[in-house]
């Protein structure tokens, strides 16, 4: 079965500053990997995904992902930091190799910018 | 706007009470997904249905029943609900397995 640890719940960040929310995967078989963003009474947003090719996936809003397999993480970054990033971010990994769609998310981490 | 709707946006119902929660998309896609979403348990997969097939979580206690009718809808029926099931209930659709899931804003659950 596929699994998805966030290792941290919350990420503090001042704006303009570099930042990374981690995320590592456990499946079966080849990972899709995927990032959202959830803001206050909101339902998800889809940010960026790795499903093959380039280890360095671009997505919306400025932020990319490196895919490393060895490492089995997808961490989320983004070079400057903006107050507006302040939301809950969600991993997710779905198997690639078996027949069926299940998609499976981690805890989130909650990103905070500073001014 | 994702373009998958969930109806209500709130509900709060007794624990003797029977309601439905209802979603729809008209994207084409070919797999639907309730994920129960609470403080406990920030996004738990509850049930999965892809090309009429169904998977679901076993913890999902059986007063929760879902129905998939066709590809565009999906329904989850409650029914002696606890308090402890009071959460936001967040819809999903998707095509294929190398595709993001498209959400809906939720259902905001309140059990009284």
């Known amino acids: 079965a596929q699994s998805v640890a966030q290792p941290e719940d919350q990420v503090n960040v001042a704006e303009g500053n570099p930042l990374t929310v981690k995320c590592t995967y456990s499946v079966s078989g080849n990972p899709y990997l995927f990032w959202y963003v959830q803001y206050p ?19 919306s809003y400025g932020f990319e992902a490196e895919f490393n397999k060895s490492q089995t993480s997808f961490h989320l970054k983004k070079p400057s930091a903006l107050v507006s990033d302040s939301a809950l971010y969600f991993c997710a990994v779905r198997d690639a190799d078996t027949g069926f769609q299940k998609l499976v998310f981690g805890t989130g981490t909650r990103l905070l910018v500073s001014p | 706007e994702t373009g998958v709707t969930q ?23 070919n ?26 979580n076993n ?5 929760f029943s879902p129905e998939c009718p066709n590809s565009s809808h999906l329904f989850l029926h409650l029914h002696t609900l606890q308090p402890e099931d009071s959460a936001l209930y ?20 309140t059990v009284v």
């Open chain 1, 41 to 59: 009474n909101r339902g998800l947003q889809f940010l960026l995904k790795y499903i093959t090719g380039d280890n360095l996936v671009k997505g």
């Open chain 2, 90 to 109: 967040l819809c999903a659709s998707s095509l294929g397995r190398n595709t993001e899931a498209f959400f809906g804003q939720g259902t905001r659950l």
């Open chain 2, 59 to 63: 913890s999902v206690p059986s007063r």
């Open chain 2, 31 to 56: 797999a639907m997904y309730w994920y129960k979403q609470s403080a406990k348990k920030p996004l738990e997969l509850m049930f999965v249905y892809s090309l009429e097939e169904r998977v679901e």
């Open chain 2, 7 to 29: 109806t209500p946006r709130h509900l709060v119902m007794g624990m003797t009470n029977k309601k439905s929660l209802k979603c729809e998309q008209h994207l084409g896609h």
